[in-house]
């Protein structure tokens, strides 16, 4: 499977974003998904997660609340809605698909898209 993430931009403090990935080559439906981000010189880290179906979500404790993961299995597409955007936010944000539903782990996810850049400006 394919991802292309999208979505990224330079914002500011208190600012909105939605990030999407789009997959292609396979369905999404049989994937638990994921997102993550890297910031430079840092390990990339858990941020989102969500279960094949949609109904279980996992959040980074500093996101919860302001940042909302969703999927629509039909358009093969998962989003990362971004609300009260800090600057500590500012990272490459990555989509991953899993086997696994809901992991935290970067090595559960079997495939990654490209990664967009987040900016927020204080």
């Known amino acids: 499977v394919q991802l292309q993430a999208s979505g990224g931009g330079l914002v500011q403090t208190g600012d909105s974003l939605r990030l999407s990935c789009a997959a292609s080559g396979r369905s999404l439906s049989i994937y638990g998904m994921g997102w993550f981000r890297q910031a430079p010189g840092k390990e990339r880290e858990f941020v989102a997660a969500?279960?094949?179906?949609?109904?279980?979500?996992n959040y980074k404790d500093a996101v919860k609340g302001r940042f909302t993961i969703s999927r629509d299995n039909a358009k093969n597409t998962v989003y990362l809605q971004m609300n009260s955007l800090k600057p500590e936010d500012t990272a490459v944000y990555y989509c991953?698909?899993?086997?696994?539903?809901?992991?935290?782990?970067?090595?559960?996810?079997?495939?990654w898209g490209q990664g967009t850049q987040v900016t927020v400006s204080s």
């Open positions: 991953g698909a899993s086997k696994y539903s809901g992991s935290y782990s970067v090595s559960s996810y079997d495939y």
């Open positions: 969500i279960s094949w179906s949609g109904d279980s979500t």
